[in-house]
């Protein structure tokens, strides 16, 4: 069983960056592969961000492509999501989230096994 615990969201002016942590514990971190999903007021939760098990490689949501960079360190069993340029649209509880399995797609959240609570960013304009 692992936990996921998002840390880093707070308020943020347009144009601000901020840098989202989650931390996981109970699980070899390395064999996941991990993703980063938002939702705001009313909607869906949407893919943000994936990186793979090593070597890593990322995908991103095109809204966020260019602004957002995830990495991971497997040492301390953290993936990180770097957000720069922020918009009040990316105003959302962020979450990351887990998976084990190979199948699916890394932008549905039905793939992903395992979820934290969130953290909340919102962007001011």
């Known amino acids: 069983q692992v936990q996921l615990e998002e840390s880093g969201g707070q308020l943020v002016q347009a144009g601000g960056s901020l840098r989202l942590s989650c931390l996981a514990s109970?699980?070899?971190?390395?064999?996941?592969?991990m993703g980063w999903f938002r939702q705001a007021p009313g909607k869906e939760r949407e893919f943000v961000a994936h990186?793979?098990?090593?070597?890593?490689?990322?995908y991103y949501a095109d809204s966020v492509k260019g602004r957002f960079t995830v990495s991971r360190d497997n040492a301390k069993s953290t993936v990180y999501l770097q957000m720069n340029s922020l918009k009040p649209e990316d105003t959302a509880v962020y979450y990351c989230?887990?998976?084990?399995?190979?199948?699916?797609?890394?932008?549905?959240?039905?793939?992903?096994?395992?979820w934290g609570r969130g953290t909340q960013v919102t962007v001011s304009s």
């Open positions: 990186i793979t098990r090593s070597p890593g490689f990322t």
């Open positions: 989230a887990a998976r084990s399995t190979y199948g699916g797609t890394y932008y549905t959240p039905s793939t992903y096994d395992y």
């Open positions: 109970g699980g070899t971190f390395s064999t996941y592969a």
